[in-house]
């Protein structure tokens, strides 16, 4: 089992600056593939960013140059660092693990860019 905690989230004026983290525990090997996701009002949930193998990362168009992942693997822990904010970011935003048999999600993190 691997449970994921999200934190970091909080109200930001456009232009600024969150870094979202992502703690996990459990059976985890290696924190190998990971994503960023998000679900804004009203909207499905979408890949934001993810982190793969040899720490490729790869960026949903809306985000390139703004938003950057990361992981620590001595902490278990995958970071967004987002930069440059701006309103349409606004949503909840979730970190997955694919595990074997279904995918692993956190609790979820509110992010608010508004002025």
């Known amino acids: 089992q691997v449970h994921l905690v999200e934190s970091g989230g909080g109200l930001v004026q456009p232009g600024g600056s969150l870094r979202l983290s992502c703690a996990a525990s459990?059976?985890?090997?290696?924190?190998?593939?990971m994503g960023w996701y998000r679900q804004a009002p009203g909207k499905q949930r979408e890949l934001v960013a993810a982190?793969?193998?040899?720490?490729?990362?790869s960026y949903a168009d809306s985000v390139k140059g703004r938003f950057t992942i990361s992981r620590n693997n001595a902490k278990n822990t995958v970071y967004l660092q987002m930069n440059n904010l701006k309103p349409e970011d606004t949503g909840v935003y979730y970190c997955?693990?694919?595990?074997?048999?279904?995918?692993?999600w956190g609790q979820g993190t509110q992010v608010t860019v508004s002025s």
């Open positions: 982190i793969i193998h040899g720490g490729s990362t």
């Open positions: 459990g059976s985890i090997f290696r924190l190998e593939v």
């Open positions: 997955m693990k694919p595990g074997a048999e279904s995918d692993y």
